[in-house]
């Protein structure tokens, strides 16, 4: 379902060895945040 897709095309990607875990956080909060300013929610 949507979950399995939104978990293979953000959370599953290839990423090299040194960025961390932090960094995918990060980028994750970032998506987030905009998506609240897009949509009005913040």
């Known amino acids: 379902p949507l979950a399995k ?4 095309s953000l959370i ?5 060895s040194n960025i961390s875990a932090w960094w ?3 980028s ?4 987030c945040l ?3 300013i897009l949509t009005g929610l913040f």
Do not use: C, H
């Open 5 to 8: 897709i939104i978990n293979s």
């Open 12 to 16: 599953d990607l290839p990423t090299p």
């Open 24 to 26: 995918n956080f990060g």
């Open 28 to 31: 994750l909060l970032a998506t």
């Open 34 to 36: 905009v998506l609240q």
